[in-house]
């Protein structure tokens, strides 16, 4: 099944202007589709998507640096800050200043957020189960996604 308009792209090597065509649009649609498939099953929780992104991390690692949390993140403290404050106020974090480095935020998960994390372990094969995609696809795509990630940053800091 060949599109004509792929053929012409690769044989010219020019880029096409039309919308459908465009990698970061296609990664934009993806994104906020995926986005909305957990909405439900995070509404269940309490969290939104940002926040369950926070979590994971920290119930992975358990305390760790609002810093190492923004870079696990690939998110700026600017926008950490915020969502750990809405984290701390319904009770699932807690942040304190460390006693080895005045200038370091601890965080970490209250009882409450470690409890959540019992029900949130029935997200990720809700979310396949309702997409339909099986093991074998998210590991191929989030391989191919992370390789993306990889090169775009890469040119991304070639541009600077």
């Known amino acids: 099944m060949t599109d004509a308009r792929v053929t012409h792209q690769d044989r010219t ?3 096409s202007l039309s919308l459908d065509e465009q ?12 986005t909305a498939a957990y909405r439900p099953l995070l509404d269940d929780l309490g969290l939104t998507y940002p926040q369950y992104l926070v979590l994971l991390v920290l119930w992975e690692r358990g305390e760790t640096t609002v810093k190492e949390l923004a870079a696990a993140l690939r998110l ?36 409450r957020g ?9 997200v990720p094969g809700a979310l396949l189960a309702s997409t339909g995609l099986d093991m074998a696809e998210v590991a191929r795509l989030r391989e191919e996604l992370w390789g993306l990630a990889e090169k775009a940053h ?5 541009g600077r």
Not at 23 to 34: E, K, N, T, W
Not at 114 to 122: D, F
């Open 154 to 158: 890469g040119a991304a800091e070639r």
């Open 23 to 34: 990698l970061c649009f296609a990664l934009y649609a993806a994104q906020r589709a995926v």
């Open 114 to 122: 470690e409890e959540l994390k019992g029900r949130a372990e029935r």
């Open 13 to 15: 090597g020019e880029g």
């Open 76 to 111: 700026d403290y600017g926008t950490v800050s915020p969502l750990l404050k809405r984290l701390e106020a319904a009770g699932l974090v807690h942040r304190e200043r460390s006693a080895r480095d005045e200038r370091s935020v601890l965080v970490a998960c209250t009882g």
